[in-house]
């Protein structure tokens, strides 16, 4: 008799501008994505190099990487101060897919979820001053 493991597919959305909700986002913007198996040195680098070209900066997590995401801007504030943060938050959709095995049959369930997600634009130059934050 034939096995079957059952299997778990994790699809989320792909950060797009669209995503991203902070209102007067500047043109030109590093991106920073920022997930469970980051590790902060590594986007402190990331985010310490792209500052060198750029002068704007997009930190996005969403479900638990929140924390890290946080704690990079609040890490690169404290280095550079001259830096200014504007905060959005919002929603990720995420589908989870399942292959069951119910009475012999392999079936799929799909299950959408929303996780909660925080992008923090960090900047050299002074934003606009309509925007909280």
Avoid at 18 to 24: A, E, G, P, V, Y
Avoid at 37 to 64: D, Y
Avoid at 91 to 99: A, C, F, L, P, W
Avoid at 105 to 127: D, E, F, G, W, Y
Wanted: some cysteine; proline content about 5%; charged content about 25%.
């Amino acid at each position: 008799m034939e096995t079957l493991k059952p299997k778990c597919v994790y699809q989320e959305e792909r950060w797009t501008r669209s995503l991203i909700t902070i209102d007067n986002l500047p043109d030109n913007f590093e991106h920073l994505k920022v997930n469970n198996h980051s590790k902060i040195r590594n986007m402190l680098g990331f985010a310490i190099k792209s500052f060198e070209h750029s002068n704007h900066l997009v930190c996005s997590a969403s479900g638990p990487s929140v924390n890290k995401a946080v704690t990079c801007a609040e890490i690169l504030k404290r280095q550079m101060p001259e830096l200014k943060q504007v905060t959005g938050i919002g929603y990720r959709n995420v589908r989870m897919i399942k292959d069951e095995m119910i009475d012999g049959k392999v079936s799929q369930s799909i299950t959408t979820r929303r996780l909660p997600s925080i992008h923090i634009l960090l900047s050299k130059n002074h934003l606009h001053p309509n925007l909280p934050g």
